[in-house]
Structure formats: C-alpha cells, structure tokens
C-alpha cells in the first residue's frame, strides 16, 4: 500500500509537492473534525468540577465548533484543489508521455501487444487514475496517519482504552492485508476482462462492414455481449468477495468501538474513569476508527490503481525504436541494404540476405509475386521495424543512427492502406507540413487531381472527413494522401500501389502529377501498372523475400522470368475487352 503512494509520488515528478500538500490538508481536515468533542470534554470537565459555565468557556467552546467547522471546510476546498489539479496534470502527462512513446516504439509493438489492451490503457486505465488516484492516496494517507495519531492520543488520554484501540486495529490486519492480496488477483483479472471488451467493441465497429455484407450481425452482436457479460460477471466477482470481507474489517472496528464503551462504562462506574472523560470517549468511539475503515474500503481501488499504473508503465517502458538516435541532416538521399534479412516474427523469415542500391534521384520499381516482402522493404526503410541482420543506408547513414522524426523527415510516403484523420481536407493535407499556406494546399491537391472533387464539396477543403476517411472512396482517399505527399515535397519518396484506386480516367493526370512530384528525387515504387515499371532506372524482382531479378525493364524483358512473365500477364490483360 504504501508502496503505491511512493510509486505514485515517483511518477508523478515536481507535482509529489502538491500531493504532500493535498495529504497534510486531508489530515488536518480530519484532526479538526475533533474539535467538537473537545469543546464537549471542557463544558463536561467544568460541570463537573461544579464550575459554572462562563462566557468565556462558551467564547472557547464555539470557538472549537465552529472554528472547527470552518477549518474543516477550508482544508476540504484545499484537498480538492490540490487532488485535482495534481491528479488532471499527473494523468495528463501520462497521456502525453504514452502517446510520444507509442509514437516511437517500433511497429512490432502493436503486433505483441492487443489494440484491446492499449486502448484501455490510455482510456479506461487513465480515465481511472484521472477521476480516482488522488482522491484514493488521500483516504489511504489519512487511514494511516490517523491511526498513529489516535493511538498517540487515546493512550495518552487513558492508556488502557488506548490498548484496546491498538488491539482494534491489530485485529483488522489480517484482514486488511488478505483483501490487498485477492484485490490484486480480482484486479488484475477484471482488467483483463475489461481490456477483452475493449478490444471486441474496437473489432465489430471496425469491422462492421464486413459484419453487415456477410450478414454476420447476430453472431458479432453475441461475442461482443459474451464479453460484455464477462466483464460484469468479474465486477460481480470483486463484489461477491468484497462484501463480506469489507463487512468483516467494518466488524472488528465495531466490536472494538463497544469493547472501548463497555470498558470505559466499567471504568467509571468503579470510580476510574471521570464522567467527561466517560463521555467523550463515548462520542469519540463512534467516530475515531473512521479513516482506518474508509482506508480498507479502497482495498480495491488501490488494487485497481496498481494494475492501471502496471499497465501505463509496461507502455511508457516499452523500448523506443530510436532510443539512441541522433537528428541527422542528410546531403545526399541514397539508399542501399546490405545483406538485408527480417522477420517480423521469430522463425518466419521475410526477407533473405537482400542487398541492392539505389541511387540519389533514381527511381526504382519493386515488382514480384504477393507476399514476396515488397511493402516490407519500404516499411525497412521508413524504419517502421529493424532489420535483424544486415544495414540499410539512407545518404551513407544508417538507419539506427537518426531518431524517427529526422529519418522520417526525408520522406514521403503513399501506402496501400491510405488513413486520413477525422479531420477537415485541408489539415489532412498538410499533415506533413503543417505551416503550408492555403494556396500551397490548394496547388498540391490540384497536381494529386483531387481539387475538383474537394471543390465540389459543400463546405471545400473545411469538410470535416470521417474517421479513417470513412466518408471518402477510395480513390478520393488515395489521391488526398498522395496531395499529402507532394505538399511535404521530401526528397525520398515511397509508392506503394498508389496509383492502385484511381480510376483509368484520373489515373493519366496521377501519373503525371506522380511525375512531377517525383523530378530530381529518389524514388522507390511498388506498381503493378507497366506504365510506371517500364520507365524506372532499376526495377528489383522481389520473390520470397529474396531479390531474384535485377535490371532495367529492356533486360529484364530478355531473361525468361517471372519478370518477363508478369510483363507479359499484364500485356495481355492490358488487351483484354469486354466481350459484346
Ligand atoms: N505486420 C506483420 N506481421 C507479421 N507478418 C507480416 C506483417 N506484415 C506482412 N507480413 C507478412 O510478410 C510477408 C510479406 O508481406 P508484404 O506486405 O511485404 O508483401 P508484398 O510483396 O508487399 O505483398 P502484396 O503485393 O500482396 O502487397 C507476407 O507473408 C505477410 O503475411
């Protein structure tokens, strides 16, 4: 428990003052809650000292309930203050901190670690420490501090009822620190649960169109409710186990609250005890185990807050792909792999000892058969994974030396799967280049042949795409990211099947454009359109994850290959007509 204040006071950096200051505040605000049983103990002990009870006892009585009172209320604001703003700020830096590193972990990252798992932690996970963890260390600080300083008091008060509150609370050990050991397991497992029903509700609406034509409604709907039903009965589970055993903790203090009124009643009635002293025991019974009982009702919570701090840290750990990398300025845009082999995962090679150069300003075709590990040498190159044997260059550096954004800044890229954000045209465009005037938006799109059709749009390059680019074909996305592309204007440039949505018609004016995006830069193009095959300067054969043809389309063309073979596949498909 205390482990976990310390944990968060470790993360959560320069803020751990303002958690101090909530901590003494929540403290102080439940000592001045005292402060009425004291005024009762003077007006008793003057009563019965036989004392009248004068102004001044009054003045001295009012003043501790209601100066109580108004302490009371001003550390609760102060609490409050404190336990938010640290708390919205200390989660808010987590949500930084786990986006910049999600940012920059290599790709494998996502393939090891569930969508489901990653998107509860940035949501459900944070969402918790956000709403709960401040107010949480402050019940559990006050628990403990309380409990020493009560026991200070009431032994010093009358050391023999002080015994029985110790005992009290020696006897809710055991039980407290059993409910710490199952709200780590119920937890633990609640959260696995729950990142389950994350992760089937991120499936079914991303995949609810495949749901939809396949007519799968039904059969999607039952496991998203199966782990929907899961999830409750774990929530369930906490409570099943919970509620006895927070009944039980609760008991102990109870039983222990009458044995301190019965003895203190025996006490007295033997003439050991005073009446006042009698009668503020009496009220201060029902109130002194309070903040040690709170404390074990968020047994779990503080569990759940371990798990959801385990989880932020497994991210926040999680190895960046440029750890070491340093911001290069590149002079020349070359790019060659040396002895190249990667598998993304362990035993399943995809590239085998693949070498090839490709020179500044050139352009290069990769060509070959599905699944051969085309898109994977480009991806090697934006560094999205690291080769695990071999280098890849980029101007005579390689790629391990630069961090992700200077590497990154050389080029542009135009994937198969195009993802626009939910966002208007315009800021999808510039994405890359975020300083780009309007008018460079506007010219970049009309070379990508998309302005006619962003101009035909009610509300122009301020229409507000969805997610994904759900709202768009396409082609109509496909052309935007290739707008991206040549507003960034970087000097290496990665197609992959860009032109591959386009329809015949728009496909001349990309090429075109493609053409002047591409004038003096080196590129790199995964086509199966001859067009663009043909003119390259080298075009590599990728089969099986090996290079197995090297050359200009006119010598490739004379070896019997899979080369002249696809050439000639496309030659004929470029001939065939629909049949009248
Ligand atoms: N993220 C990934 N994790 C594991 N395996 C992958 C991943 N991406 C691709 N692969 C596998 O790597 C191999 C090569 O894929 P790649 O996409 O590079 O082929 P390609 O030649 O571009 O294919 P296509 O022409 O069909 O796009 C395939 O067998 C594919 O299943």
Redesign the pocket.
Known sequence: MLKIIRRVLRLSGDLSKRIWGSFVCGFLESMFGLLPIAAVFIVLTELQAGHPITGQTWGIVICLIAGGLLLRILFKYLVYRLQSTAGFEFVARERIALGDRLRNVPMGFF?DNSMGDITATVTTDLNFLENYSMHILDKVTTGVLSMIVMAACILTFDWRIGLIFVAGILLSFPIYSFMQRKGKDLSAKRQKIQSEAVAATLEYVQGISVVKSFNMCDKNLSDIEDAYEKNADAAYDVERVFTPLNMTYSLVFRIAACVIMLFAGILAAHGDLSFANLAVILIASFTIFNPIEVMGQMTTMIRTMDAALDRVERIKKAKKIDEDGKNIVLDSFDIAFQHVSFA??NGNP?LKDVSFSIPQGSMTAIV?P???????ITRLIARFWDVQEGSITVGGHNVKEFTCDSLLENMSMVF?NVYLFRDTIENNIKFGCPDATHEQVVEAAKKACCHDFISALPQGYDTVIGEGGSTLSGGEKQRISIARAMLKDAPIILLDEATASVDPENEVHLQQAISALVKNKTLIV?AHRLSTIRDADQILV?DNGKIVEKGVHAELIQQKGIYQNFWNIRQRARDWKLAK
């Open positions: 393939h993304y995962e995809i070959g599905s699944g051969g590990g085309k898109t994977t198969q995964i990728v």
